[in-house]
């Protein structure tokens, strides 16, 4: 199998579930995470991740103590 | 690559404050529980304080019990159970100071359980009184000038005083980055397998920040943990199925 046919790692983000505690912005090799100016039910600004440069390397699901982000696999 | 997804132990968004450590570790602990395939037989104990929010987000078997007193709650429910992984689940003021004696004696005994202590330095559900583990000069509601080691004692170091029992694992870490929680979870992993090898008493302790009891914002009681707390406790493994050297 090429390269090219592997599985790519695509980030799934639950904002519903961010407190806003930015743990996960300094904690992101390529800087993908900004702060939404939307204020979710929780009464919190979210994350939210520029998808282009976001590699899906998991380090926000790592450090994230809210369960925002999940990582999956594709074809 | 590999697929990160939520664990299935994880059943509810948690309920704990911005920034607080016990979402780390409580997805760590299912992490492993998944892996090693024992979320479906393991029983919790757990007393009071935040850790036992999770008694509805995370989805094992759960008994609560007086508080402080998880460790002698958990040697009966393995003595009748010994076929289940059987662990608690306390914070610092809970399991080093309310249940002091019952977490030593619990390690004494080397009852085959598995511990996992979050230590934060303070009594956080309470409102942030000053605990035992509390570092000297550290301002609490109850030592507003600051903690008073003349007063009150040192800091409690409990690995330093379970590291020579005759116990199966013991381990310190703590969650302020990737490196460290992935060294959390690999502890974590570890107490379960010696638990269920029949190893005999696993304890991790795991420093976890307390942005609101703190009064810190989260990134800066990140930074408090490495630079200062762990001054204070050390990292590490203490303990690898080394028991046997006492015997």
């Known amino acids: 199998m090429s390269k090219k046919d592997s599985k790519k790692s695509v980030l799934t983000l639950h904002p519903e579930r961010c407190k806003g505690c930015r743990y996960c912005i300094p904690t992101c090799p390529k800087d993908a995470i900004s702060v939404s100016e939307k204020i979710n039910q929780k009464g919190y600004k979210p994350v939210m991740v520029d998808m282009e440069t976001c590699i899906g390397c998991g380090s926000c699901y790592t450090i994230c103590p809210d369960y925002v982000f999940e990582i999956k696999e594709v074809q | ?247």
């Open chain 2, 1 to 247: 690559m590999v697929e990160r997804l939520i664990p299935t132990a994880l059943v509810e968004d948690n309920k704990f404050c911005p920034g607080c450590g016990h979402g780390i570790i409580n997805r760590i602990l299912a992490e492993v529980l998944d892996e090693m395939k024992l979320t479906d037989k393991a029983i919790g104990s757990m007393a009071v304080g935040c850790a036992c929010l999770m008694v509805d987000t995370f989805g094992v078997d759960w008994i609560q019990s007086p508080h402080g007193r998880a460790a002698a709650l958990a040697t009966g429910i393995k003595r009748c159970r010994p076929e289940n992984p059987v662990f608690t689940y306390q914070g610092d003021g809970d399991s080093m100071s309310i249940g002091f004696s019952e977490t030593m004696y619990a390690a004494f005994r080397n009852e085959n359980i598995t511990a996992i202590l979050v230590n934060n330095g303070i009594f956080g559900m309470t409102g942030g009184q000053m605990a035992p583990t509390s570092l000297p000069g550290q301002k609490t509601v109850t030592s507003p000038m600051g903690r008073n080691t003349d007063l009150t004692g040192q800091p409690l170091n409990i690995i330093n005083q379970m590291k020579d029992l005759n116990i199966g694992y013991l381990a310190r870490g703590s969650v302020t980055s990737i490196k460290n929680i992935n060294r959390v979870k690999k502890y974590i992993r570890n107490a379960f397998e010696t638990q269920m090898s029949g190893g005999g008493y696993s304890m991790v302790e795991i420093l976890s920040p307390c942005p609101t009891n703190w009064k810190m914002m989260p990134d800066k009681s990140l930074e408090h943990i490495d630079n200062t707390v762990t001054t204070y406790y050390p990292l590490g493994e203490y303990v690898k199925k080394g028991g046997d050297s006492n015997e």
